[in-house]
C-alpha cells in the first residue's frame, strides 16, 4: 500500500520570547513525502492561535488549546477532526507538551503521570464520547491509576517498556535475510515480532511458516497488511496463515471502517485484530471498541489532534479492557509515542503484559534524545522534553529544499 | 457549531492547451474560510498528475485518473481518503468532467445519464465496499436503470427534482420574519423546508411548533442539529420536538460517529435520521447504510474525491433503498450537485418522490449558469458543464487576497 516512501515530517518549533533559544517545543507530524508540504501549510494556518499568546497561560491549559484549536469552525470544516487538520493541531499540542515537559525539567510520560486525575480529565474531549465513556467513568479509571502511581514509576524505570520489532518482516527480504534477522531480533531480547503481509497469499504463508520454524511454537509473531483487503479476502487469506498461529493481524482494512474490522474479526477468531496507526481521532476509536472490532489498539504519536486525544483513547482502552500497543517507526515515531506508553502503564492501563510498544531501527540517530532499546524493551527516557527535537544538524541538512541532502552534493 | 463562517471556495481551473480559452475545466471545493489556503495547497500538490497530460486520454478514462489519484501513496498517508486531500482529489477529478461534458456540448448530468453500466461501473472504486456491494450488484442496479433511461430524461427535463429550503430555518431570526419566511417558501411552491435546532431546546420547541402552526399537519419540515449532540442528548432533546412531528433530524452528532448515528435512529423512530454533508467517503455511507444508521443520504458535491466517488455514493444508497438528497447552499453546491440528483434519478435511484434537493437562495449570480428554482423544483440545466465555473468578474473581485473586496474599497 505505501509502495514508494519517502520519509519526511512537517517539524514545528514554537518558540518563546525568553533569552533561552532552548526554551521552545518541539514536535513532527511524520509524512512519507510530497503531502508534507500540505501539512506544513495546515500547521501555519494555526499560528494566529499561537503566537502573542502568554506562555504560563497557555501551558497552564493545554487541554483548553487544544479545544480551542479543535473549536476553530473554519478550520474544523475541512475534517472535522480528521486527517490534516487534526494532524496539524497534533503538531502545535504536541509542541506545547514538549515546551512544558522542558521547562518542568522532566521527561513528558512523568510530566503527565505526575498530573492528578482531574488535571488529566480536563485534557479530553468528552463531546462524542460519552455514550461509551463518560467523564465520570473516565475518573474512576483515572483514580484507580493514582494508586500505586510512585511504585509503578519505579517499575517502569527499572524494568522499562516491552519492545516488538518490525525490522525482521519487511517483504522482499530473501529467506536467508529474514532467518538472520530473525534470530538477531530473538538474540537482542525481544520477545516480539512482526511481517508485513498482503502482497501474495503463497508467499506469505511460506515467509511465517519460516518464522515460525525459526522462532518455534508460541512465540509472537504479528502480521501487518497495511489496509490491502476487503471482509471477504481479508478472511480467506487469514485462513491460510492460521496454521501458522499469527499472533495478531495489523490493518487488515481501511482504518476508519469500524464494521469491517468487526467482521472480519469474528470470521478469524481466536485470532486477534488490532490497529489505529491512522485511526484518525478518539471517535474512530471508540467505535471500533463499541463494536467488538479490535484486540489491541495502536495509537500513533502524530496522527490525531495532540497528548489530549490521544489520553481520550488510552482511557476509551482502559475502559473496555484492551490494550495499547503504540504504533512506531517513521520519524521520530517511536522517540514520541514511548512517552505515551510509559504513561499509560503508570497512570491509566497500569501493569499490563500485552502491553508492547513497536520497534523500527531506524533515524534514531537524527534525535536529540534517541530512543534506548534494550533487552527487547524501551528504557524510560528521563531527559526533559517530549523527544521530537532533532540535533541542529540533521535538521539543517535536511530541510526541504534548501537543505544540503536535496542538492545531490554529499552531506 | 459553525459560528463565524466566511464563505469561501478553493477554484480551480484546469487549462488545456487548445486555442480557445474556453476549453478548460472549472471545479471548487467550498470552504467557510481560513482553511480555504490549506485546500488550495492540497489541490496544488496534486499538479503532477495533471499537467502535461494528454487531455482526451484522461478524458477518456476519469475513473482511471480519480484512482490514480487515490492511490497516490505519499498524499493518502494525509487522509486516507478522508478531509483535505479527499476534497482536492475532489476538485481535480471534478474539474475534468466539467471539461468532459463541455467538450460533449451537455450538462454534466446528462453526460452521466448517456454513460452505458460498464462504464459507469469503471468510475468506482470497489475496493473497502464489498461486504456491502459487489461490482457485480452495482452492475444489477445500473442495467435495470438503464431501461426507460429515455423517458427519466425527458420527465426530469419536464418536472426537474423537487426541492426543499433552507432560507427561513436559521437561528436568530424573529418569529414574524420565520412565519414571513415560512409562507413566502410555501407561496414558491416549495413543499418542504428545515429549520436549524440545537442551541436551546425551549426554544426550538416553541420555534418548530411555529412553523408547525403555520405550514399545517404533515408539511414536511426537517431540522438540522450541525452535529452538536452526542447520542443521549439527541435522543431527549429529539423527544422533546417530536409532539411537533420533524421530518428527519440532520447531523445529530459527529458525521463519521456510524453507531451513534444507529443508536440515536433507534432512539428516536419513526423521526428519520439524515447525514451526509461531511461524510467523508464512500467507506462511511457504506457503514452508516449497512448500520441501518441513516433513512437519508445526503451528499455533498465537494466533500469526497469527486464524481466517481459519489456515484458509489449513489449506488450504495440504491442498494439500501434508502433516497439521496444532496446537500446545497455554500458557494455553488447548488450548482454543482443538480448534477448529481438529476443523474440519480434519471439512472440510479429512478423516480421516488423522498428525493429532495437542498435549496439556500445564496451567491447564485456568481455563476455562469446560476441555478433555476423553478415552483419549489430544480429544473434540469441543459448548458453544458458541470456548474461550478463562476463569472470572471466574480473571481477577479473575490480572489484572496488580491480581489477588490479585501482591499477594503468598494467593489
Not at 495502536?298 to 500497543?325: H, M, S
Not at 491509566?348 to 534506548?372: A, C, K, M, Q, S
Amino acid at each position: 500500500m505505501n509502495p514508494d516512501p519517502d520519509y519526511s515530517a512537517a517539524y514545528l518549533t514554537i518558540c518563546t520570547d525568553t533569552e533561552d533559544p532552548a526554551d521552545a517545543g518541539t514536535s513532527l507530524v511524520f509524512t512519507i513525502g510530497r503531502g508534507n508540504d500540505v501539512q506544513s501549510a495546515a500547521i501555519r494556518a494555526l499560528e494566529p492561535h499561537v503566537i502573542g499568546r502568554d506562555v504560563e497561560e497557555v501551558l497552564a491549559d493545554l487541554g483548553g488549546m487544544q479545544k480551542e484549536l479543535d473549536g476553530d469552525s473554519q478550520l474544523r470544516w475541512l475534517g472535522p477532526e480528521t486527517g490534516v487538520m487534526a494532524m496539524a493541531i497534533g503538531a502545535v499540542v504536541n509542541a506545547l507538551w514538549d515546551l512544558r515537559a522542558r521547562r518542568e525539567g522532566r521527561p513528558l510520560w512523568l510530566t503527565l503521570a505526575m498530573l492528578d486525575p482531574e488535571e488529566i480529565l480536563d485534557l479530553v474531549d468528552f463531546r462524542y464520547l460519552t455514550d461509551a465513556l463518560t467523564r465520570e467513568e473516565a475518573r474512576e479509571i483515572l483514580q484507580h491509576g493514582a494508586e500505586g502511581r510512585e511504585e509503578r514509576i519505579a517499575a517502569v524505570r527499572a524494568h522499562g517498556v516491552p519492545a516488538y520489532t518490525t525490522t525482521p518482516g519487511w517483504l522482499g527480504y530473501s529467506d536467508e535475510k529474514l532467518r538472520r534477522l530473525l534470530r538477531e531480533a530473538r538474540d537482542d531480547g525481544f520477545e516480539m515480532v512482526k511481517l508485513k503481509v498482503g502482497a501474495d497469499v503463497d508467499d506469505d504463508v511460506r515467509r511465517l511458516a519460516l518464522a515460525r520454524a525459526e522462532m518455534g511454537e508460541g512465540f509472537p509473531i504479528a502480521v501487518d497488511a497495511n489496509q490491502r483487503w476487503d471482509v471477504a479476502e481479508a478472511i480467506e487469506w487469514l485462513n491460510r496463515l492460521a496454521p501458522h498461529d499469527p499472533y495478531w493481524i495489523e490493518e487488515p482494512t481501511f482504518p476508519g471502517d469500524v464494521l469491517a474490522h468487526a467482521a472480519i474479526r469474528r470470521g478469524v477468531g481466536p485470532l486477534q485484530v488490532a490497529t489505529g496507526e491512522q485511526g484518525a481521532n478518539r471517535i474512530v476509536f471508540k467505535q471500533l471498541l463499541q463494536a467488538g472490532a479490535i484486540d489491541v489498539l495502536q495509537l500513533d504519536a502524530t496522527r490525531v489532534a495532540g497528548i489530549g486525544e490521544n489520553v481520550a483513547n488510552l482511557l476509551l482502552a482502559a475502559k473496555f479492557g484492551v490494550p495499547v500497543c503504540p504504533h512506531a517507526g517513521g520519524v521520530g515515531l517511536c522517540e514520541m509515542v514511548q512517552h505515551l506508553a510509559f504513561f499509560d502503564a503508570v497512570a491509566i492501563g497500569g501493569e499490563d503484559p500485552r502491553r508492547r510498544i513497536e520497534f523500527v531501527d531506524h533515524l534514531h540517530e537524527h534525535f536529540e534524545v534517541p530512543v534506548r532499546v534494550e533487552r527487547g524493551a524501551y528504557r524510560a527516557p528521563e531527559e526533559p522534553g517530549g523527544g521530537a527535537r532533532m540535533l541542529e544538524a540533521s535538521v539543517r541538512d535536511h530541510e526541504f529544499p534548501g537543505g544540503v541532502v536535496w542538492s545531490g552534493e554529499p552531506a
